[in-house]
């Protein structure tokens, strides 16, 4: 195509279309993925702190319980310096609450908490025993855990303490995103979960009224199902480990 500055286009210069062998940007993104092999399984979550389980793999959550999984929650710290306006024990007995609140919205029956303080948490020998003996009792299928690259160091050393407490066990590890968007391998269909997720959010009163968690999260699950259709408006993306 012929473009000078100023002037007007040539009607007879040819249209420049793709190179041959050029790739489509959204063909090289990962196949929806179907969660059926999860059918009836035990899935275990681990959530540095009270919101992330809900913000980052919330939808997925509530579409396995519908499939009728047994799901366990391991909150691992207590977010305590979530809402500067109270005090920290006072947030962490707020913010524990409202993690039971939740987790309820999105059909998860089994909650534990390592009561950690929030920017407390290790990857020592005594946390990383605490959560093999939690992942052998229980046995999951499939464990969600924090992506390693996100800016708070909470979510690192979560990942770290789920790699090292798998080990060895013949179990699906996925990492949601929270305050980063990971490079999917894993995208799944919210589309009729999103309502219930966005109601878990809110149950989180202390974090929704600092920041309005629910439009942003709405934004980015809405824009994980760009491409796919009119039929899928919302996604959530995850990676192997």
């Known amino acids: 195509m012929k473009v000078s500055s100023g002037g007007r286009q040539d009607p007879n210069a040819s249209v420049a279309t793709p190179a041959e062998g050029a790739v489509d940007p959204l063909s090289s993104r990962p196949p929806l993925h179907s969660l059926?092999?999860?059918i009836g399984e035990r899935i275990m979550i681990f959530s540095p702190h009270p919101d992330d389980d809900t913000l980052g793999c919330g939808g997925t959550t509530r579409l396995l319980f519908e499939m009728g999984c047994n799901i366990l929650a391991i909150y691992m710290t207590d977010g305590?310096?979530?809402c500067p306006s109270m005090t920290p024990d006072e947030t962490a007995s707020i913010r524990r609450l409202e993690s039971v609140n939740s987790a309820t919205v999105l059909g998860i029956a089994n909650l534990q908490f390592m009561n950690r303080p929030e920017r407390g948490l290790r990857c020592d020998r005594s946390t990383i025993k605490e959560a093999r003996e939690a992942v052998q009792q229980y046995n999951p299928r499939l464990v969600f855990v924090t992506d390693p690259d996100a800016g708070h160091p909470d979510h690192r050393t979560a990942y770290d303490i789920v790699l090292a407490a798998t080990a060895g066990?013949?179990?699906e590890v996925l990492r949601y995103g929270v305050y980063n968007a990971v490079r999917p391998d894993v995208l799944v269909d919210?589309?009729?979960t999103m309502a219930y997720?966005?109601?878990a959010i809110r149950e989180h009163r202390t974090q929704q009224e600092r920041e309005d968690y629910v439009s942003k999260?709405?934004?980015l699950n809405?824009?994980?199902s760009l491409g796919r259709g009119p039929e899928v408006q919302f996604c959530e993306a995850f990676s192997r480990r």
Request: proline share 0%.
């Open 190 to 192: 919210i589309t009729k």
């Open 36 to 38: 059926d092999r999860y």
């Open 197 to 199: 997720k966005e109601k």
């Open 80 to 82: 305590r310096f979530g």
């Open 217 to 219: 999260f709405k934004g």
């Open 169 to 171: 066990e013949a179990v």
């Open 222 to 224: 809405a824009y994980l």
